[in-house]
């Protein structure tokens, strides 16, 4: 079974950081392009980052500057660096598979992060 | 960016009813659209890629169409689990954007 599990979620001081992990499993995980998606308490679905195979990545503007993505293929493994947390970062944070065709699929159950003094 | 606006913001609904959501793109993005499913508490799940492709496991009942920049995702004939949040994506260039969601209500 393709599985996607995120974990590295909590709460933050505003300024500081956090990192996101996001373990796969069921799939042959170097052969995919990776994303991560985060969803404001309430809102709408928001991209934010894409990693391909070959460590080719984009970032939303929003995040750009702060936010890291990697992946460790050998631990079938993505990450999310994030610095500088801002309140409005607060979210629920989804790793998502891309298999092929510019599309998310699946989604991790999401790893909650909060923001807040 | 891409804008995508979905519309209506929200449908009320009876089971068996028929049921279509509409997204616009800002610009032409062929046919690199995605429909998704969200129910509260849960991850998205894929049901339409390539603005007319049904996502394997997807219920038959759900179709997309449309090219260009506008699509339209339709339920057949809703049933009570289909009560949800329905989200479009483009793929065409990077940012990624999203619609703004359709919350699919019961009447």
């Known amino acids: 079974e393709v599985q996607l599990v995120e974990s590295g979620g909590g709460l933050v001081q505003p300024g500081g950081s956090l990192r996101l992990s996001c373990a796969a499993s069921g799939f042959t995980f170097s052969n995919f392009n990776m994303n991560w998606v985060r969803q404001a308490p ?31 293929n050998a631990k079938n493994s993505l990450y999310l660096q994030m ?17 092929s065709g510019r599309r998310f699929d699946p989604w991790g159950q999401g790893t909650l992060v909060t923001v807040s003094s | ?18 049921v279509t959501i509409t997204c616009r793109a800002s610009q032409d993005i062929a046919n690199w659209l995605a429909w998704y499913q969200q129910k509260p508490g849960q991850a998205p799940t894929l049901l339409i890629y390539a603005a007319s492709s049904l996502h394997s496991g997807a219920p038959s009942r759900f179709s997309g169409s449309g090219s260009g920049t506008d699509f339209t995702l339709t339920i057949g004939s809703l049933q009570p689990e289909d009560f949800a949040t329905y ?14 969601g359709t919350k699919v209500e019961i009447k």
């Open chain 2, 1 to 18: 960016d891409i804008q995508m606006t979905q519309s209506p913001s929200s449908v009320s609904a009876s089971v068996g009813d028929r």
């Open chain 2, 87 to 100: 989200y479009c994506q483009q793929g065409h260039s990077f940012p990624r954007t999203f619609g703004g």
């Open chain 1, 83 to 99: 610095n500088s947390l801002r309140a409005e970062d607060t979210a629920v944070y989804y790793c998502a598979r891309d298999p």
């Open chain 1, 42 to 72: 309430g809102k709408g679905l928001e991209w934010i980052s894409y990693i391909t195979r070959s460590n080719t990545i984009y970032y939303a503007d929003s995040v750009k500057g702060r936010f890291t993505v990697s992946r460790d």
